[in-house]
């Protein structure tokens, strides 16, 4: 069965102490993995989407990797305004949805 | 530039009543079109998505049935709401010219509580 795992479920931070956060997979056959952020009562927003083991994308802050079994979403120097659910998702191949984790609730204290 | 509209934003519905939730996408033709469920804590849980008007495929067996009256509309209704139909409930498309593997944007939400 296709299964997104993301850790931690919480994660709190302060201002500027950088970390990770991991997403690992099990699907037959990756055609693509997501990653968005959540604000509290909002839509997910869509930050980057990887296609294949050893891809990288970077946006400001926020730095995505890609294996063959997971992906990490690299927090450099965090704010409070980095503050938000970060959701992995997967798309296996054959299939047109996607299949999300449970997301992991990131906290940045100034 | 693309956007897709979804409302109503917060709804309070008693058990047993009917639900309708409408979901348009403006700036685009042919999209996908998806509802997903967020229960508290607990990733999103796709119910249904439509590649064309009339064509609806459901997820997961439950109260719930959608349609898909246009080609950028796509509704979320229930006859008589449980309970457990509580939670956060999201409209999202994606760009079918693109193919199978492409990322999906989401509306920002209906919080629906069954009281």
């Known amino acids: 069965e296709d299964q997104v795992t993301q850790s931690p479920e919480a994660l709190r931070l302060q201002e500027g102490e950088s970390s990770s956060l991991n997403c690992s997979y099990t699907?037959?056959?990756?055609?693509?993995l997501f990653w968005y952020r959540q604000d509290p009562g909002k839509g997910p927003e869509f930050l980057f989407t990887?296609?294949?083991a050893g891809e990288e994308k970077e946006k400001e802050r926020l730095k995505a990797t890609l294996t063959k079994k997971e992906s990490f979403l690299h927090i450099t120097a965090p704010k409070p305004e980095d503050s938000a659910t970060y959701l992995c998702a997967v798309q296996a191949s054959g299939y047109n949805k996607l299949i999300f984790g449970a997301g992991t609730r990131l906290a940045v204290h100034p | 530039s693309q956007t897709i509209h979804q409302w109503p934003a917060t709804l309070v519905q008693p058990v047993g009543s009917p639900l309708s939730l409408e979901c348009t996408v403006e700036g685009t033709s042919n999209p996908n079109l998806y509802w997903y469920r967020q229960a508290a804590g607990r990733g999103l849980q796709l119910l249904f998505y439509s590649v064309g008007i009339g064509q609806i495929s459901s997820e997961v067996p439950q109260n719930l049935s959608a349609s898909r009256p246009q080609d950028r509309q796509f509704i979320l209704s229930s006859k008589k709401l449980l309970l457990s139909d509580s939670g956060f409930y999201l409209c999202?498309?994606?760009?079918?010219?693109?193919?199978?593997?492409?990322?999906?944007?989401f509306g920002q939400g209906t919080r629906l509580t069954v009281v």
């Open positions: 699907v037959s056959g990756l055609r693509g």
């Open positions: 999202a498309w994606s760009d079918r010219d693109r193919g199978l593997l492409t990322e999906a944007f």
């Open positions: 990887l296609y294949s």
